[in-house]
């Protein structure tokens, strides 16, 4: 794997240069009917984890039903570790298209931007695309805090519960968490190019995706009730990959 690490940023370059030209292609495809969004974003997340070293263990309970993915954010990696893992697109903030590598994937892939400052826009587009999505067999995910943190979770906002109401879909709790916390994390100021220089050094990774059952709008009173107990779930999974499986303190 040393060989690899030194030429991780050479592949990047290829990965990227890969993906740009994918994009020309894939686009145009759509209008005639032809949809590789899905293969494109998953083989392209699992080619970039392999470069970087980063293993995939998940746990739990296991269901390829759509659903609405709901779990903690720790860094812009979820999104790799996630799309190698499911069939799934993603909700992200507007400015998230303009970041290198994720952003450009995420524009010729299934990604519905959001516009976070304009809440009644945002709702709209959520339920607009989400059940179209969902009876596709595709999942969504929903970063639940709505920005990246680390142990303890942050607060869970309110929309992917909404949505679970609105389109009576089952939320999948997910847990995620990672070996190398101390590489992985990107919290705060950090900046990307250099967060993803400092990760073309970094040893293996582990990423431990903790899958829970489904829960069913129908056995909540509200969203909020669903929110909180979807909150609890995903932050006991997490404190028992930090402490059984990592070692954190």
């Not at 993915?69 to 507007?94: E, Q």
């Not at 250099?194 to 069913?216: G, N, R, S, V, W």
């Not at 929110?227 to 028992?240: F, H, N, R, S, T």
Request: aromatic residues 12%.
């Amino acid at each position: 794997m040393n060989i690899l690490k030194f030429l991780r940023p050479a592949l990047m370059l290829i990965v990227l240069a890969t993906s740009c030209a994918l994009a020309i292609i894939v686009s145009p495809l759509r209008l005639i009917g032809i949809n590789l969004d899905y293969p494109v974003m998953n083989n392209w997340a699992k080619i970039t984890l392999w470069i970087y070293d980063i293993k995939v263990k998940k746990l739990g309970s296991s269901s390829n039903e759509p659903a609405i993915i709901t779990t903690n954010h720790i860094s812009y990696w979820d999104i790799l570790t996630l799309s190698a893992s499911y069939r799934t697109f993603f909700v992200s903030k507007a400015s998230v298209k303009n970041w290198p590598l994720i952003g450009w994937g995420a524009r010729f892939v299934r990604t519905v931007f959001i516009e976070r400052e304009k809440k009644i826009s945002a709702i709209d587009v959520l339920n607009r695309k989400a059940v179209a999505l969902l009876n596709n067999n595709d999942s969504v995910v929903m970063f639940a805090e709505g920005t990246t943190s680390i142990n303890p979770c942050l607060p869970f906002k309110s929309g992917a519960f909404h949505m679970s109401f609105t389109t009576n879909k089952p939320i999948k709790p997910i847990a995620v968490y990672y070996s190398r916390m101390d590489y992985i994390r990107w919290i705060d100021d950090d900046s990307f190019v250099p967060h993803l220089l400092k990760m073309t050094k970094a040893p293996q990774i582990i990423c431990y995706i903790y899958e829970m059952p489904f829960i069913y709008p129908k056995d909540f009173k509200n969203a909020n009730e669903m929110k909180d107990a979807c909150q609890k779930m995903v932050q006991e999974k997490i404190d028992y990959i930090k402490k059984e499986l990592v070692g954190d303190k």
